[in-house]
């Protein structure tokens, strides 16, 4: 079946430090792939996604590209504030209507 | 004009005792999942409908059980509560043809 795994937490940074959270997957298809974000005490929100091979996500400064050939889907951001301590989750779905599944989430800590 | 909402957002019970989850979406989309957030933050599907038809059912037990009164609900309904039920559950939904969902806020499960 298909499995999500992104690098485990917390991670630590100092304000304005760059960021990257790894995420690989596992799919029988042609999957797209999600950032998800969840700050303290809310839900999810979607931060950015990818459809297909090669094509980069972007948001609030965070980028991510879809790598077919590395099943890859690494979350960066090039200066990080307070603002965005959260738990940051990938996840996948096989197609329109279908289940996400989710990684086990990464907690990030930015310091002022 | 919240787009999926739940309610309540906490709920405290007793083991053993009987309880639902509402959740409504203003966004027209089709279809519609419930999600458990476990004490380590890891996301699983539950359920979804599109439709107000069942389509995914994840191995839950038989004391849950959804109901989807029209295509803009979708409630939850947990039977004979057990301590491990306790959870965030978040309810989402997802219009046609695209694969990324909106969740709402969640609703914290505590079970005594």
């Known amino acids: 079946g298909n499995s999500v795994t992104q690098m485990e937490g917390p991670v630590t940074l100092s304000e304005e430090a760059f960021l990257t959270i790894n995420c690989t997957y596992t799919a029988t298809g042609y999957p797209s792939l999600f950032w998800y974000v969840q700050y303290p005490g809310e839900g999810l929100q979607l931060l950015l996604k990818a459809t297909k091979a090669d094509d980069k996500g972007s948001n609030k400064g965070f980028e991510a590209t879809y790598r077919k050939e590395t099943t890859s889907f690494h979350l960066e951001k090039g200066s990080v504030q307070v603002s965005d301590s959260a738990v940051y989750f990938c996840a996948l779905s096989e197609a329109a209507g279908n289940k996400l599944t989710f990684g086990g989430g990464t907690r990030v800590l930015v310091k002022p | 004009d919240t787009a999926v909402s739940q309610t309540p957002k906490y709920l405290v019970t007793q083991m053993g005792n009987d309880k639902s989850i509402k959740c409504e979406q203003n966004?027209?989309?089709?279809?519609m999942y419930w999600y458990k957030q476990d004490s380590k933050k890891f996301l699983k599907i539950m359920f979804s409908?599109?439709?107000?038809?069942?389509?995914i059912n994840e191995t839950v037990p038989n004391r849950f059980s959804p109901k989807s009164p029209d295509k803009a609900h979708l409630n939850l309904h947990i039977n004979s509560l057990e301590l491990g039920d306790s959870a965030v559950y978040f309810c989402a939904s997802s219009p046609p043809v695209t694969d990324t969902q909106y969740f709402g806020p969640g609703t914290r499960l505590t079970v005594l």
């Open positions: 966004l027209g989309h089709d279809t």
């Open positions: 409908y599109n439709n107000k038809e069942l389509i």
